[in-house]
């Protein structure tokens, strides 16, 4: 089976940075995902990490290590829109199943 | 332009009664899932598919049934047998068969039974 974990919630003052963790467990690990999800929409996607190290994108920058079965999500120059839940997910297997986490609510106050 | 089309966007149910959720995708994409979310809680996996024809069961398939006779198609039937199917329904699809790349999301169904 799979197994992810993310802190539930977490609060960050704007303009300021805050990084999310994500620690998982799984066979046939075939790379990480990271979507931000406002409260009654769908998630949109964020990064998809495959190999170890960090990916950037402006804002967002993604982190993974696949030997300690972990990554995180870095959020810099934090805005009142970035307020929303932060799930993590993994594909895995040959028929490329992708589990989410429970994600992580994310109030970011003035 | 291209996406994936869920509906209905909400839907009311009464127990005891089947509903057939409609997903299609014009992507293109071989992948297709299904998830569930409740308030407050992350997305759990109902059913996913790789190719026509074929598909697995996810982390929580019981009293769901799903069908993939068309690569653009992936409905979910919600069935009598689900005992709490009151949620917010997800349909995701992806490009690659080999490689799993982002996965493209619908904009969800809310369903409410009475």
């Known amino acids: 089976g799979q197994n992810i974990d993310q802190p539930t919630e977490m609060t960050a003052t704007e303009g300021a940075i805050v990084q999310i963790n994500c620690t998982y467990q799984t066979s046939g690990f075939n790379g990480l995902f990271w979507y931000q999800q406002h409260a009654g929409e769908a998630p949109t996607f964020l990064s998809y990490?495959?190999?170890?190290g960090l990916e950037e994108k402006g804002r967002f920058s993604s982190f993974l290590s696949r030997s300690k079965g972990y990554s995180y999500l870095l959020l810099k120059e934090l805005q009142m829109k970035d307020s929303a839940s932060y799930l993590c997910?993994?594909?895995?297997?040959?028929?490329?199943?992708?589990?989410f986490g429970t994600g992580t609510k994310l109030q970011v106050i003035p | 332009d291209g996406g994936i089309t869920q509906s209905p966007k909400y839907l009311f149910r009464k127990e005891g009664q089947n509903v057939t959720l409609s997903c299609e995708q014009n992507?293109?994409?071989?992948?297709m899932y299904w998830y569930r979310q409740d308030p407050g809680q992350g997305l759990r996996l109902i059913y996913y598919?790789?190719?026509?024809?074929?598909?697995q069961k996810g982390d929580i398939a019981e009293g769901y049934s799903v069908s993939r006779e068309k690569k653009e198609s992936f409905p979910l039937t919600v069935t009598s047998a689900q005992k709490n199917p009151t949620a917010f329904y997800l349909c995701a699809s992806n490009r690659y068969r080999g490689n799993t790349g982002e996965l493209f999301f619908g904009e969800g169904s809310r369903l409410t039974v009475l």
């Open positions: 992507l293109n994409h071989d992948a």
């Open positions: 598919s790789q190719i026509v024809n074929d598909f």
């Open positions: 990490n495959v190999l170890d």
């Open positions: 997910a993994v594909a895995s297997g040959g028929y490329q199943k992708v589990t």
